[in-house]
């Protein structure tokens, strides 16, 4: 298995702790998209038209688009389950998951970013504070869901006493808005989540500075 990844793409990040939850070493290859590596013709052609980070190429299967690619994953290789069973649970692992990935990273990545500040010209505290107002509108509502979660499920993690496929998309947003100098105080719940993430082996190894680009 061939993974194509950037240290610092949180959609990368949300894969690499996928892995490392399952145990699996694929053969990492950095691809760097602040110098438009992910934009090549060969990239594109022969890893993922999508342009895009992370992709998964097995066997002649290439696949992007990080929801998917876990979602392949626990398919494949079932243990630990990422994605619940269980019909409620499971639908709300992804809605949480769908929270993150369509509502709070889009118009927070870097391409958008870089848009703002080089095409239309904001300055860059007006992008910062674009990046803050969506973040705090986003981290909002993962905070009721997490708070509603905790009230049925209970345990540490997101959803459960187990790690899920919500927990490998919280921590690399929890992160990313860290970076970017976002109050993080009313979060609570997603704070504790954090926590505890941040002593477990797989979230520390997937963690960006551990990464050999």
Not at 129 to 150: M, N, P, V
Request: glycine content about 6%; charged content about 20%; aromatic content about 10%.
């Amino acid at each position: 298995m061939d993974f194509y990844s950037f240290f610092n793409s949180s959609t990368s990040w949300r894969v690499r702790i996928a892995l490392a939850l399952k145990g699996l070493g694929p053969n990492y290859h950095g691809v760097n998209i602040r110098t438009g590596a992910h934009r090549e013709a060969g990239y594109v052609a022969q890893v993922n038209p999508s342009a895009t980070v992370p992709a998964i190429v097995e066997n002649g299967f290439n696949l992007g688009q990080s929801l998917a690619i876990i979602d392949w994953l626990d398919i494949k290789h079932p243990e630990p389950r990422l994605i619940p069973a269980a019909l409620e649970r499971r639908a709300r692992v992804l809605e949480f998951c769908y929270l993150a990935a369509c509502d709070i990273h889009p118009v927070n990545n870097l391409r958008i970013l870089k848009y703002l500040h080089e095409t239309l010209k904001v300055s860059p505290q007006q992008r910062d504070d674009c990046y803050a107002h969506w973040t705090a509108e986003g981290l909002a509502a993962a905070e009721r869901l997490l708070a509603q979660a905790e009230e049925n499920y209970g345990g540490p993690w997101c959803f459960s006493a187990q790690p899920t496929m919500a927990d490998c998309c919280l921590i690399p947003q929890l992160c990313s808005a860290q970076r970017m100098g976002c109050d993080m105080t009313p979060f609570k719940r997603a704070n504790a989540i954090f926590a505890h993430a941040s002593s477990v082996p797989a979230f520390i190894n997937a963690e960006p500075r551990n990464q050999p680009d």
